[in-house]
């Protein structure tokens, strides 16, 4: 089992930097790693319009708050189009080498020494929310822990496999779509044909040695 996750930069200025990192190399290297060009075709627009008006939430000269709240607001959209950049093309991509997978800012969770963890025995409690059009965000808790937020101590990510439309999957291995969310109210993008179809998903949790624990029971959702 793979154990890979990431992590976006807080400060304006580094997560400015790691965007452009990430684009520009994902863009030189699509065909290599098969990454999605209608992927980062999409992101195309969403981009530009994000690094205008950092530029102008930047400047000086034309700074305010208006201009911070818009570049806010360009990041939010832009930030959904990255994790789903990342979850469908990136994490546990064998294609990519061990130096790519540096330079996309993507850690090894088994950290060696010490006494390994244990498989995780309680399951995920996950809610989809609609976040926009054709955007659901993963909001999960724990079973041991259910009015938290919060992953198990030692687990790295949630597993989900998923499918979309009917019939319904008789288990997790029916579901054809694999995503590893590191923390909760991260969102999936669909595409605009999947409107108004449902989506069929289990869950699971993932230990920073690669353990897993068990599947919860299905979950459903309409895409909205």
């Not at 990431?6 to 990430?22: E, H, K, L, M």
């Not at 006494?115 to 995780?120: E, F, H, K, L, T």
Request: with cysteine.
């Amino acid at each position: 089992m793979s154990k890979e996750t990431y992590s976006i930069p807080a400060g304006q200025t580094a997560r400015y930097n790691f965007q452009r990192n990430v684009i520009e190399i994902c863009t030189s290297n699509a065909e290599a790693w098969g990454i999605s060009t209608e992927r980062l075709a999409k992101m195309i627009p969403t981009r530009a319009d994000y690094e205008q008006k950092y530029a102008i939430a930047s400047n000086k000269s034309t700074q305010s708050p208006v201009a911070t709240v818009a570049r806010d607001a360009a990041w939010k959209i832009y930030k959904i189009q990255l994790v789903d950049l990342y979850n469908h093309d990136i994490l546990n991509n064998d294609a990519i080498p061990a130096s790519g997978k540096d330079t996309l800012y993507i850690h090894y969770t088994a950290t060696g020494g010490g006494i390994p963890a244990s498989a995780p025995i309680s399951t995920p409690i996950i809610l989809f929310a609609v976040a926009k059009t054709s955007v659901l965000k993963v909001i999960y808790a724990d079973s041991a822990t259910p009015t938290t937020h919060s992953k198990p101590d030692n687990v790295v990510f949630c597993e989900l496999v998923y499918r979309v439309d009917a019939p319904a999957p008789g288990g997790p291995v029916e579901c054809v779509e694999r995503l590893y969310i590191p923390h909760s109210h991260e969102t999936i993008v669909f595409t605009p044909d999947q409107r108004g179809k449902t989506i069929y998903a289990y869950g699971r949790w993932v230990n920073r040695n690669g353990k897993v624990g068990p599947w919860s029971g299905l979950l459903t959702a309409i895409i909205p």
